[in-house]
């Protein structure tokens, strides 16, 4: 998910595809224990797209307070 596409969400949607990220995340590394992902650098990107949410979080939080 890009960072416009998460901005762009309510606050409960955002924290949402932040338990889906984690979820994902998970999946992810299970299926790489186990030899089945065919692709390893799916779980650096999920890693980058839970990075990217936490930070808007953050920044939202950050907002908040300044007013």
Known sequence: MRAEEIRAL???EI???LEDA????F????RHAS???EDPN???SMRKTIAR???IIRE???AEGDD
């Open 42 to 44: 799916q779980l650096r």
């Open 15 to 17: 924290t949402q595809e």
């Open 22 to 25: 984690h979820r994902e995340l």
């Open 35 to 37: 030899r089945q992902l």
């Open 53 to 55: 949410i936490k930070t």
């Open 60 to 62: 939202r939080n950050a």
């Open 27 to 30: 999946n992810l590394r299970f």
């Open 10 to 12: 309510d606050d409960t």
